[in-house]
């Protein structure tokens, strides 16, 4: 199973670059074999264009690397905190992209302001708050996973499968880590054109809360009617 989990993440890394999500190093995807308790993580700092899936770094939910000669992404604490927190999630993306991450950096949620958004989530993308100076310095990373989980509250984690980091960046998640990175192209575009939209209208206000849900529920939900049975 590793096997194939190792050539998904690879996979969905590649397509963080083919998006143009990523520069350079930036970014990482995971995914998690849940039975074996097993994160497989791209690896700290190693060029895209140069990755294998033999270059994937396995670790248990601890953070402890057990296959790989390599370090994982910084961001491993981050991804394991997400995947503790629901028996549903089974893929995390972080990317720097330019228009989400302008959002994060400006401390804002991305407003619903139409129904392309609302396909996708019901309601804005959060933003969490920024991280204290303790946090920032002890456990950065798993205290930045604290944040996520401090913002989604008691809401389902794939009922809103994305989260803008205060000045840092958007985490995505999803069932599996090739659905975390459609997320993640989805959140970029739906940031890029709520940036266009206030360029345009400054006092641009999001959907009726009617025309949200008819379109929310189209797609999700027990009572879906969007694509084939």
Same mark, same amino acid.
Not at 3 to 10: D, H, P, T
Not at 137 to 154: D, K, M, P, Q, S
Not at 178 to 204: F, G, K, S, Y
């Given at each position: 199973m590793?096997?194939?989990?190792? =050539?998904?993440? #690879?996979?969905a890394?590649?397509?963080l670059v083919?998006?143009? #999500?990523?520069?350079?190093?930036?970014?990482? =995807?995971s &995914?998690?074999?849940?039975?074996?308790?097993?994160?497989?993580?791209?690896?700290?700092? @190693?060029?895209?264009?140069?990755?294998?899936?033999? %270059?994937?770094?396995?670790?248990?939910l601890?953070?402890? @690397? *057990?296959?790989?000669?390599?370090?994982?992404?910084?961001?491993?604490a981050?991804?394991i =905190?997400?995947? #503790?927190?629901?028996?549903?999630?089974? &893929? +995390?993306v972080?990317t %720097?992209?330019? %228009?989400?991450?302008? !959002?994060?950096?400006a401390?804002?949620?991305?407003?619903?302001?139409?129904?392309?958004?609302?396909?996708?989530? %019901? &309601?804005a993308?959060? *933003?969490?708050?920024?991280?204290?100076?303790?946090? *920032?310095?002890?456990?950065?990373?798993a205290?930045?996973?604290?944040?996520?989980?401090r913002?989604l &509250?008691?809401?389902?984690?794939?009922?809103?499968?994305?989260?803008?980091?205060?000045?840092?960046?958007?985490?995505? !998640?999803?069932?599996?880590?090739?659905?975390?990175?459609?997320?993640? +192209?989805? *959140?970029?575009?739906?940031?890029?054109?709520? !940036?266009?939209?206030?360029?345009?209208?400054p =006092?641009?206000?999001?959907?009726?809360?009617?025309?949200?849900?008819?379109?929310?529920?189209?797609?999700?939900?027990?009572?879906?009617?969007?694509?084939?049975?």
């Amino acid at each position: 199973m590793l096997e194939s989990l190792r =050539a998904e993440v #690879l996979e969905a890394n590649l397509e963080l670059v083919r998006r143009g #999500l990523v520069l350079y190093t930036f970014g990482n =995807a995971s &995914g998690l074999a849940r039975a074996e308790g097993l994160v497989v993580i791209k690896p700290s700092g @190693v060029p895209y264009n140069e990755m294998t899936p033999a %270059h994937m770094v396995v670790t248990d939910l601890k953070g402890r @690397v *057990v296959e790989g000669n390599l370090r994982p992404s910084t961001d491993l604490a981050t991804h394991i =905190a997400l995947y #503790l927190s629901s028996p549903r999630v089974g &893929g +995390v993306v972080h990317t %720097h992209s330019r %228009h989400a991450t302008a !959002w994060a950096q400006a401390g804002r949620e991305i407003p619903c302001f139409g129904t392309t958004h609302a396909d996708y989530f %019901h &309601g804005a993308v959060p *933003v969490t708050e920024a991280l204290s100076p303790a946090e *920032v310095e002890t456990a950065y990373e798993a205290n930045t996973g604290v944040a996520i989980l401090r913002t989604l &509250g008691t809401r389902d984690a794939l009922s809103c499968p994305a989260m803008l980091v205060h000045g840092h960046g958007p985490f995505c !998640w999803g069932a599996t880590v090739t659905e975390a990175v459609h997320t993640a +192209v989805i *959140v970029e575009e739906l940031a890029a054109m709520a !940036w266009m939209t206030i360029a345009i209208n400054p =006092a641009a206000t999001p959907i009726a809360l009617s025309l949200r849900d008819k379109h929310h529920f189209r797609k999700h939900g027990a009572t879906a009617t969007y694509g084939q049975k």
